[in-house]
C-alpha cells in the first residue's frame, strides 16, 4: 500500500471542502460512491466517513486519469489529486455540504477494487438484517450507521471530560472475575491452569467499584464492557457498555445532582440541546400509581385511575371480586378514543394480555355522557357517575379497565398506555423527558423460592428510617435507590451502597444467603466493609441505550459496531462456534451429546 501511494498525502477528508476551499490543489482518498457517464464526461461521488465529494473527470484536461476512471465501479478505492471549482450553474447540490464544489481531477489511481455489494449501501436499503450483520463491514459504510458510531464517540469523549473536570478517576476492573448472584446468569470461562474452575465475565463492576471506594479513591468511573446471559430484545445485547460511577461520602442527591450535570452535557454536546435542571423526582409508588410501570414516558398524560374503591361491593362481580380480595382496579382514558372499532379493542385485550391480564374491560363515553359497554348494565347510576368523575370521562372518550393483581394491573395498563400513545403518535421524538424514579422497595418475594429477593442488588441500602423494618416487615423496606428514566426507558440506575457489614449480613440473611455462602461468595468484599468503608453509593448508565435515543435508532444494534443477533450470535464471524477436541481437553471440558446429535 505505501508503494503504491507512493509520495501521495491526503490533504482533506471528503466532506471538508466547501467554496472557501476553490482554486486549491487537493488530494482525496476514499470509497466510490457511485460513478455516471455523461457521454465522455465522468462524474464520480468519492466518499469517506466525512460525506462526499464529487470527481469531474474531462478527457481534454486529462485523458489517462479519465481512462482510468472508465474502470471504476462502486465501492472501488480510489485516491485522486486534482483543483477545486465551482460547480457549473445550475448543477449546485444545496442537499449536501459539499454540493457547491468539484474537484477537476488531473491524476487518479485505483487502490484497489471491490466485488459488487451484496446490497446497495445507502440509508433506504431494504436488506434483511441478517444480511446486513453477516456483512457488517459493509453495512458499517452506511451513512447513517457511521453518523451513529461517530456521535457515540464523541459522547465517550464528553463524559471522560465531564467526570474528569469532577474530580474522577478512570479506573480498569478485572474482565475474568468470580460468579456472584446479581440477577441474571453470568457467562462462564473455563480455567486451563485450575482444571474445573471456571472465570465469570461481570455483570458489572459492582463489587470492585465498591472497594475502590474502600480503597480511598474517592471517585471513580469506567466505560465499560458487562455482559449477561439472559433473553434478549430490541434495547439488550448479551454485552453491552456502561458508563460506570462510585462515589464516596455523598448521599443520594450529590449523586443524581453530578449525573444530571453529566446527562446536560452529553445531550448540549450530542444534540446541542439545553436540559432544564434539575430533573423531576417522583417516588416509586407514586410513579406505579399513575403510570403503572417504573419507566414511564412522561412526554404525554394517559395517567391511570384507580377506581378501587368506587367498585367495592359493585355489581360486576369482576371488579368487586378483585376489589375485595385486595387486588387493583384501574382504568386509563383514552381521550377521544370512542371511534376505535371493535378490531382495535381485541387487538388491546389481546395485548393486555401478554402482561397478564385475563381481559381488558371498555366504556365508549356517549355525546350524552352515557356509557356504551357491554358492562354498563351492572353498575347503579351514583356508580356510573362517581367512575366517569374520577377517570375524568367526557364524551368522545374511551376508557378501559384491567382488575386483578396489583402486579398485573400496573404491569397490564402501564404497558397498554404506551402502546397507545404509540398508536396515537403521541410519542413526539424532537421530545426528552426525564424523572428520577426513587425509594423502589429493597427487596420482593419470590413466591417459587418462597424467599425474599434484592429488586436492584443485595448491596443497596436500605431507607435508615426503614432498617428497624428488616425483621418486622421485610416487604415494606424501602431502598436508597434511584433509576434515571428518558421517554420510558430506564437509562440508569444506582443506589447507596451498604457500608456497614453487619447490615450487608442481615441483608444477606434475608435473601436466604447462609453466612458459609456469604463468605463463600462475597468474602473479600465482607473482610473489606472492616476495615473503615465509607459511605458510597453509585450508577450505571446505559451507553446503547442512550445512543439509541439521542440516534433516534429502533434497534440497539444501530449503535454498536459489531452487535450480536437476538440469538446472542455474530452473523459475520459466526460466532460462538465449535471449538476442537485438543482445546476441550486442555480445559478439562468434555461435551455432553444430546438427543438427535449427530455427531
Not at 457488517?136 to 452506511?142: G, H, T
Not at 402501564?414 to 424514579?437: C, E, M, S
Request: glycine fraction near 8%; charged fraction near 25%; include cysteine.
Amino acid at each position: 500500500m505505501n508503494d503504491m501511494l507512493g509520495n501521495w498525502k491526503r490533504t482533506h477528508y471528503c466532506g471538508e471542502l466547501r467554496s472557501e476551499h476553490i482554486g486549491q490543489e487537493v488530494c482525496l482518498m476514499g470509497w466510490a460512491h457511485r460513478r455516471r457517464d455523461h457521454g465522455g464526461l465522468i462524474f464520480i461521488d468519492l466518499r469517506d466517513r466525512t460525506g462526499i465529494a464529487q470527481l469531474a473527470l474531462d478527457p481534454d484536461r486529462d485523458l489517462q486519469a479519465h481512462t482510468k476512471a472508465e474502470a471504476v465501479r462502486n465501492e472501488f478505492v480510489i485516491a485522486i489529486r486534482g483543483k477545486v471549482s465551482r460547480r457549473p450553474e445550475g448543477t449546485i447540490n444545496t442537499k449536501m455540504s459539499t454540493g457547491e464544489v468539484e474537484i477537476e481531477i488531473s491524476e487518479l489511481r485505483i487502490l484497489n477494487e471491490a466485488k459488487t455489494p451484496p446490497f446497495m449501501l445507502n440509508d433506504f436499503t431494504d436488506v434483511a438484517e441478517n444480511v446486513r450483520l453477516k456483512y457488517r463491514y459493509l453495512d458499517l459504510r452506511r451513512e447513517s450507521i457511521q453518523r451513529n458510531l461517530m456521535m457515540r464517540h464523541k459522547v465517550a469523549q464528553t463524559v471522560r471530560g465531564y467526570l474528569s473536570a469532577n474530580n474522577f478517576l478512570e479506573i480498569e476492573t478485572p474482565v475474568l472475575t468470580k460468579s456472584t448472584p446479581e440477577g441474571a446468569r453470568d457467562y462462564l470461562v473455563p480455567s486451563r491452569v485450575h482444571p474445573g474452575n471456571f472465570f465469570a465475565l461481570p455483570q458489572s463492576p459492582q463489587l470492585f467499584k465498591q472497594l475502590l471506594m474502600v480503597s480511598g479513591f474517592d471517585r471513580y468511573f469506567q466505560i465499560v464492557k458487562c455482559f449477561r446471559d439472559e433473553d434478549l430484545r430490541a434495547d439488550r445485547q448479551p454485552e453491552f457498555t456502561q458508563i460506570d460511577c462510585e462515589l464516596s461520602f455523598v448521599d443520594r442527591e450529590d449523586i443524581m445532582t453530578i449525573m444530571e450535570g453529566l446527562i446536560a452535557n452529553i445531550f448540549k454536546e450530542a444534540l446541542g440541546i439545553e436540559l432544564t435542571l434539575p430533573m423531576p423526582r417522583m417516588s416509586y409508588d407514586e410513579v406505579l400509581d399513575r403510570y403503572g410501570v417504573d419507566n414511564p414516558d412522561l412526554r404525554f398524560a394517559l395517567e391511570l385511575s384507580n377506581i378501587t374503591d368506587l367498585v367495592k361491593g359493585c355489581g360486576f362481580k369482576v371488579f368487586a371480586d378483585a376489589a375485595e380480595k385486595g387486588g387493583l382496579v384501574k382504568a386509563l382514558n383514552v381521550k377521544g378514543g370512542a371511534g376505535f372499532s371493535r378490531k382495535e379493542l381485541d387487538d388491546l385485550t389481546n395485548f393486555a394480555a401478554i402482561y397478564g391480564a385475563k381481559g381488558l374491560a371498555w366504556v365508549k363515553i356517549q355525546d350524552d355522557s352515557s356509557w356504551q359497554s357491554p358492562i354498563a348494565k351492572f353498575f347503579t347510576e351514583p356508580e356510573l357517575a362517581a367512575i366517569s368523575k374520577k377517570v375524568d370521562a367526557a364524551p368522545g372518550d374511551l376508557v378501559l379497565f384491567v382488575a386483578d393483581t396489583a402486579k398485573i394491573t400496573n404491569e397490564a395498563l402501564g404497558r397498554l398506555r404506551g402502546h397507545i400513545a404509540q398508536k396515537l403518535g403521541l410519542t413526539d421524538p424532537n421530545l426528552y423527558k426525564f424523572v428520577w424514579v426513587t425509594e423502589f422497595p429493597l427487596l420482593e418475594w419470590d413466591g417459587e423460592a418462597k424467599r425474599h429477593v434484592a429488586v436492584h442488588h443485595p448491596f443497596t441500602a436500605p431507607l435508615d428510617e426503614d432498617i428497624a423494618l428488616l425483621d418486622a416487615d421485610p416487604g415494606k423496606v424501602r431502598a436508597k435507590a434511584y433509576d434515571l428514566v428518558l421517554n420510558g426507558s430506564e437509562i440508569g440506575g444506582g443506589s447507596i451502597r451498604i457500608h456497614d457489614q453487619s447490615v450487608q449480613s442481615r441483608m444477606f440473611a434475608l435473601l436466604g444467603i447462609e453466612e458459609e455462602e456469604a463468605r463463600q461468595k462475597f468474602g473479600f468484599l465482607l473482610d473489606a466493609l472492616e476495615f473503615g468503608a465509607p459511605p458510597h453509593g453509585g450508577i450505571a448508565f446505559g451507553l446503547d441505550r442512550i445512543m439509541m435515543i439521542l440516534t433516534g435508532s429502533d434497534s440497539i444494534r444501530d449503535v454498536i459496531a459489531f452487535p450480536k443477533t437476538q440469538k446472542a450470535a455474530c452473523m459475520m464471524s459466526e460466532a460462538p462456534g465449535v471449538v476442537d477436541d485438543k482445546q476441550l481437553t486442555e480445559l478439562s471440558i468434555r461435551i455432553r451429546k444430546t438427543i438427535g446429535d449427530k455427531n
